[in-house]
């Protein structure tokens, strides 16, 4: 059975600011990504984690694209990783991105960070050792593939949220051995035990319970280049406020598509960028939380 997100389950699983909130009852994210070639991925990740109501984000950059750090927010963390013949590696870097998971209370990694060898293993290396809740993007999906299924099963404290395209899910695929049919994500979901976001039209989201879940909101006008990195960022920032893993990927698949639909209302599709969908938030958060606006 297939299960429809409504506006009235959004705006019950929207956090509840208390009146004596700080920013670390709020939540930090980290957001691991970037690369020399993809500079922008982590900033639209990290800002839309901010936006959605995070209490703080430390976005954690190679240092070979230190010279993007002025293009953050100024409230956004930045800390640079070392690395070592232009790739990150454990021994050089993992240090501050296990002292960033201690601050934090939930993780994003995979945004524009590349897939290159070195690469891969850092990857493995972080997801090896993260305890918190985790939103697994792009190119980490991408090291999921190589490092295989059963790294995957044998996390032993996993709590992740797996956001792939349709290409990406089908080269998951093929790497596992699995031939495609209609219910091998929601088989998939079960067998690995985490949430899996299936972006399309419409998304799909399959709960490791075997529920499943179709989002009715977005429009062609968010199929340009980052906005699966701010509904990375979103899904992240709804985490750190203390979402489960299943709520928060619900909720920001919802506002996100929400979001591309308000903004075609005003202007044309092809001019939407990823970034217009992390501006328009601010809004969708007034309408979810003001009970006259929901029909």
Known sequence: MINQISGKLI????????????????????????????????????????????????ALIPESIRHTTGAFSPEIIVWELKEYQDHLTH?????????????????????????????????????????????????????????????IIERPHRQWVLTPHAGEFERLLTAFGYAFDQNIAQKLAVKWQCTLVL????????????DCFENPTGNPAATTAGCGDVLAGIIAGLLAQGLSTEHAAMTGMYIAGKAADEYVKTYKFHSLLASDIIDWLPLMLRIFNDIEEEK
């Open 199 to 210: 972006k399309g039209a419409p998304t799909m989201i399959y709960l490791p319970n075997g």
């Open 91 to 151: 021994a050089s870097a993992f240090e501050k991105v296990d002292k960033a998971h201690d601050n934090s209370k939930a993780i994003l990694i995979g945004c524009g960070m590349g897939r290159e060898g070195e690469t891969i293993l850092f990857i493995k290396d972080c997801l090896s050792h993260i305890t918190k809740p985790c939103v697994i993007d792009a190119d980490a999906l991408y090291a999921l593939g190589v490092l295989g299924e059963k790294f």
């Open 11 to 58: 705006r019950d699983l929207l956090p509840k600011r208390a009146k004596n909130a700080t920013k670390f009852t709020n939540g930090y994210v980290s957001v691991v990504g970037g690369s020399i070639d993809f500079p922008g991925a982590v900033r639209l990740a990290s800002h839309a984690a901010a936006r959605i109501g995070a209490g703080g984000v430390i």
